[in-house]
């Protein structure tokens, strides 16, 4: 069974400041890799999304691939409070194309 | 990028009623959509892959005949919860798929509140 583990959390962290959220897979055909973010009542909406081993930046989020250690992870850099939301990471295979979303980290940046 | 429409945002009926949600795909023409469900502090849980023009992928432990499932068109999926009951109270979210962008779905609706009584 594919699973999507995001077991850190709550976490809470000063404005201003880096809140790194990380995300493992046990599928290795994994291909794609996103991250989104939910606010409460409300849908996901798409942070970013990644395919190949490495870095990969947009704006104060930045998206870190590991293939071989299977982990994702997401750094939020200049954390404000509207930063503050659900963080679901969801990953496909891309065979099929349907995705297995992670039960989501609960993010707080304090002002 | 391609924006999805889904309607109603909420909704509250009666124990034994049907209801039927919409998701529209605004920008383009979209063969497969996908169907969610997410309970209180849990993750979405696909439900079913729509098809356009065929019938509906539904994921293990998803009764078929509960959650109907229509892709008449391409630009419109519905999902009727018929003889609803109170645990089929959740948040029910479709997503689109875009093809060339890792054929994954990136773009999710504005999801529909439903309430069982």
């Known amino acids: 069974q594919k699973e999507v583990e995001q077991n850190s959390g709550p976490l809470s962290v000063p404005e201003g400041a880096i809140a790194s959220l990380n995300c493992t897979y046990s599928?290795?055909?994994?291909?794609?890799f996103f991250w989104y973010r939910q606010y409460s009542g409300k849908s996901p909406e798409l942070i970013m999304f990644?395919?190949?081993?490495g870095d990969k930046e947009d704006g104060r989020f930045t998206a870190q691939l590991n293939k071989a250690s299977q982990y994702v992870s997401l750094l939020i850099r200049d954390s404000q409070p509207s930063d503050s939301a659900t963080y679901l990471c969801?990953?496909?295979?891309?065979?099929?194309?349907?995705?297995?979303f992670g039960k989501g980290i609960t993010l707080s940046v304090r002002p | 990028g391609a924006v999805v429409s889904q309607h109603p945002s909420w909704v509250i009926c009666k124990s034994g009623t049907s209801v039927k949600i919409e998701c529209r795909s605004l920008?383009?023409?979209?063969?497969?959509m996908f169907w969610y469900r997410q309970f209180p502090k849990q993750s979405l849980m696909l439900m079913a892959t729509?098809?356009?023009?065929?019938?509906?992928t539904y994921e293990q432990g998803v009764e078929k005949d509960k959650f109907l499932i229509n892709h008449a068109s391409l630009t419109l999926s519905t999902l009727t919860v018929t003889s609803a009951h109170p645990e089929d109270s959740s948040f029910y979210i479709c997503?689109?798929?875009?093809w060339g962008a890792g054929n994954s779905p990136l773009h999710f609706g504005n999801g529909t509140r439903l309430t069982v009584t």
């Open positions: 729509s098809n356009e023009g065929s019938k509906a």
């Open positions: 920008d383009f023409q979209a063969t497969t």
């Open positions: 990644i395919y190949s081993n």
């Open positions: 997503s689109d798929l875009m």
């Open positions: 599928d290795r055909g994994s291909q794609s």
């Open positions: 969801a990953v496909g295979t891309g065979a099929n194309s349907k995705l297995t």
